[in-house]
């Protein structure tokens, strides 16, 4: 495997855990807020999140595949 493959798929692991860990919380403290996100003001709370870690997921599948 291309260690920056490795690299990029060990990252993203660590960030789907991440984003889990804030979307439990966000989600047991009924939190929502708006924040600036790429330009754009968006609601933040365990949707936010939850959809980070679908993308996360996505690329590190096709990481894996493309190996």
Known sequence: ???SKRT???FLE???ETYKA???FFSRKN???HVNFGGKK???GPTFYKDRM???KR???ELKRSI
């Open 59 to 61: 690329i590190v599948t």
């Open 54 to 56: 679908k993308e996360a």
């Open 22 to 24: 804030l979307a439990l």
């Open 1 to 3: 495997m291309d260690e």
């Open 14 to 16: 660590k960030e789907i």
């Open 31 to 33: 939190f929502e807020d």
């Open 42 to 44: 968006v609601l933040i």
């Open 8 to 10: 990029a798929i060990d």
